[in-house]
């Protein structure tokens, strides 16, 4: 039965990403039609199709605009979605999440801070790098002063994840005072999460990264199965729980700062769908991990369809809109949390 559950679940989630690819990239101003749009992806394929739309600049507008920014959305969803369900893992509690805990916050500071100096020391992987760099400084300090007595605390790392929160808030504050009108203009942007201006350029840095991290994290699946018996029986199964809570902080700070290098902070994500996959498929992780990656992918795209067709003529931040979906979400799992473990004390 819950393999037939699984089974339908994926493609459900497969055939509701292709529509959305294909929705997402027929709507905007420019109107192309969806049969145009497949026809042309099946021309770039080699499959056949027309190599032209009815529009003159519709195929402009796809191959430049719409498919990179429509790809990017994609990539990025599967990176918060996944770095989610690893941390809920990892720390056995469905309220780790990478915004949570500072990661996201910790990521933009560092990126912030690099446009602010202009610093351009690896190219068009400066951004990238830095925030890969502050995402991963901030977990693991976030992660050293949730351990006492050999054990993290959960609760603890919470709060200290608000605590950095806060920290990377002033400093992002700091440098959107600093800065110029134009580091400005992008901090406001980062800060308020959007796909708008896509390239494919972007795609192709955070394509890789989003890809091999994935694939290791599916390497990760069953010692995080072995560890959601508790430590003790981990490492009686021969889990080195310690060595495997490092290597998925890295894997996270990876994923999250690849998503947010150019799409900015997209608050939720990560702690929204790796939950309600759990409580359709299970908590297994071989399913649970490919799944929320499946999911993040679809209801960022989604999400990113209603930013741009909302309102006309305008592009709303999807930052904004996940975080309206996913703060009540947020307020109902601590409430169910607190009400089945009895209380945080």
Not at 109 to 135: D, E, L, S, Y
Not at 164 to 186: H, K, P, Y
Not at 321 to 339: E, M, Q, S
Request: hydrophobic share 55%.
């Amino acid at each position: 039965m819950r393999r037939l559950k699984t089974l339908i679940l994926f493609s459900l989630l497969a055939v509701a990403l292709v529509v959305l690819l294909i929705v997402s990239a027929s709507s905007g101003q420019l109107h192309v039609p969806a049969g145009e749009v497949f026809s042309s992806l099946l021309n770039k394929l080699g499959l056949g199709g027309s190599p032209v739309t009815s529009h003159a600049n519709g195929e402009a507008a796809l191959w430049q605009i719409r498919f990179p920014r429509v790809v990017l959305t994609m990539l990025v969803g599967a990176a918060l979605a996944t770095g989610g369900a690893l941390m809920q893992g990892v720390f056995g509690n469905p309220l780790a999440d990478p915004g949570v805990v500072g990661v996201s916050s910790g990521a933009a500071a560092a990126a912030c801070t690099a446009m602010v100096f202009g610093w351009a020391f690896f190219g068009n992987w400066t951004v990238a790098i830095f925030a890969f760099a502050g995402g991963l400084v901030v977990t693991l300090l976030v992660y050293a002063i949730s351990r006492s007595n050999g054990r993290t605390e959960v609760v603890t790392l919470v709060l200290t994840g608000v605590a950095v929160n806060a920290v990377c808030g002033a400093i992002i504050a700091l440098m959107t005072f600093l800065g110029d009108q134009q580091s400005r203009e992008q901090i406001v942007f980062w800060q308020l999460g959007s796909m708008n201006g896509t390239r494919w350029d972007y795609v192709a840095v955070v394509a890789p990264i989003v890809i091999v991290g994935i694939v290791l994290v599916m390497f990760l699946t069953r010692k995080l199965d072995l560890l959601s018996l508790g430590e003790r029986s981990a490492r009686h199964l021969g889990v080195d729980v310690e060595r495997l809570r490092i290597g998925s902080i890295i894997l996270v700070a990876f994923l999250t700062a690849a998503a947010v290098a150019f799409a900015g902070i997209i608050s939720f994500v990560g702690l929204v769908v790796p939950h309600i996959i759990r409580m359709i498929v299970g908590p297994g992780h071989r399913v649970l991990i490919p799944a929320s990656a499946l999911g993040g992918a679809v209801l960022l795209s989604g999400a990113d369809l209603i930013a741009r067709t909302a309102v006309p003529f305008a592009d709303l931040p999807i930052g904004m809109l996940t975080a309206l979906v996913g703060g009540p979400f947020f307020f109902w799992l601590i409430r169910k949390t607190r009400k089945s473990s009895g209380g945080w004390a």
